[in-house]
C-alpha cells in the first residue's frame, strides 16, 4: 500500500530539482493564489501557508435540508471539525484536527515540490503530496476484541493544479484511503477515489469553488455516494469564509470518500461554513 505514494514522491521532488533549476542572474516569478485557501473545502489544494503562521480553522456543517422545517432545514443539527495547521517552511506544512463527526482525530503532512512558473521558467503546474491518518474515537463495539489499530486510517493525496488565468484554476486529486478494520469479504481496505477542484473568480476577493470524488465501483457499499461540494470562498487576507452546500457529512478523508451517503437529487444537502484565520508571529504586515 506504501510503497506506490512513495515512488510518487520520489519521482515527482527529482523532476522538481531538475526542472526548477535556473541560473543564478534569472528571476522566477512563481503563480500565487491558485486556489485562495489550503483547502478547497473539504479537500487539500496546492497552496501551503507560509512558514511560521499557524492557520486556525472551523469547519461546520448543519444537518440535511430535506429534514425540513422540524429542524429548520437542518440549522437544528450541526457536525464541527476545529484543527490547527502549521508551516513548517513555506512548502512543507502539518495539521492535527479534532471532529464532532465520529468524534475523530486527525493529522496530516503536506509537502508541495512543484510550483508553477508564472515568468520566466517552464513549469506548467503545481503538485503537492499530502499523507494523513485519522483515528475513530466512539466506544468500542462488546462481545468481541478491540485493538487500537482497528480505529486507524490512512490517506494518500496527489494533487496537481494549474492556474489557467487570473480567474480560473483546477486541480486533479487521486485520493488513496487505507481503513485498517472492514467486513473484508465483501469490501476493500484501500478505497480509490479520483477528484477535480475547480475556482472561478467572480469579484477581487470573491470565488466560486467545486470539489468533486469519482470512486470507482466495487470498493465500498452501495448505500454511499459520491461526494459533491459548490461553494463560495470570501477572502480578506488574514481571513477567508467559505460557505458551501455539500452532501457529505464528515469533513476528512475516510468520512467524506468512504461515507458519504446522502444524494442530492433527494435533497440531502447540507449547508456550512469553514473560517480560516492566519495568526503570523510577527503580526500583521
Not at 489550503?38 to 489544494?45: E, L
Not at 448543519?62 to 429548520?72: A, E, I, M, P, Q
Not at 478491540?146 to 485520493?175: E, W
Request: glycine residues 8%; hydrophobic residues 35%.
Amino acid at each position: 500500500m506504501y510503497r506506490l505514494p512513495l515512488l510518487f514522491l520520489l519521482a515527482f521532488a527529482t523532476l522538481s530539482a531538475s526542472a526548477q533549476f535556473f541560473p543564478e542572474d534569472t528571476v522566477v516569478v512563481y503563480t500565487t493564489k491558485t486556489f485562495y485557501s489550503s483547502r478547497i473545502v473539504n479537500s487539500h489544494t496546492t497552496e501551503n501557508i507560509e512558514k511560521d503562521v499557524l492557520d486556525f480553522r472551523i469547519n461546520h456543517r448543519f444537518g440535511v435540508l430535506s429534514d425540513g422545517y422540524k429542524t429548520f432545514f437542518g440549522l437544528d443539527n450541526a457536525t464541527m471539525r476545529i484543527s490547527f495547521d502549521y508551516g513548517i517552511t513555506n512548502d512543507i506544512m502539518i495539521g492535527i484536527g479534532r471532529s464532532t463527526y465520529e468524534k475523530n482525530l486527525d493529522g496530516f503532512v503536506k509537502y508541495r515540490f512543484l510550483k508553477q512558473i508564472e515568468k520566466n521558467g517552464k513549469m506548467p503546474i503545481s503538485a503537492a503530496y499530502v499523507a494523513s491518518m485519522s483515528m475513530n474515537g466512539l466506544d468500542q463495539p462488546s462481545g468481541r476484541k478491540n485493538y487500537m489499530t482497528s480505529r486507524l486510517s490512512y490517506g494518500h493525496q496527489l494533487i496537481v493544479a494549474r492556474k489557467f488565468s487570473k480567474a480560473f484554476s483546477a486541480q486533479l486529486m487521486p485520493l488513496l484511503v487505507h481503513r485498517n478494520l472492514i467486513d473484508s469479504t465483501q469490501y476493500k481496505h484501500d478505497v480509490l477515489g479520483i477528484g477535480v477542484g475547480l475556482k472561478q473568480k467572480i469579484l477581487p476577493s470573491i470565488t466560486l469553488n467545486l470539489e468533486y470524488f469519482y470512486l470507482p465501483p466495487n470498493q465500498i457499499s452501495d448505500q454511499y455516494t459520491h461526494p459533491l461540494t459548490l461553494g463560495i470562498d470570501i477572502n480578506t487576507g488574514w481571513h477567508t469564509f467559505q460557505l458551501h452546500f455539500t452532501n457529505a457529512t464528515g469533513t476528512f478523508e475516510k468520512a467524506y470518500l468512504t461515507q458519504t451517503s446522502n444524494k442530492w437529487k433527494n435533497g440531502d444537502i447540507h449547508f456550512g461554513f469553514n473560517i480560516s484565520r492566519y495568526f503570523h508571529p510577527r503580526g500583521f504586515h
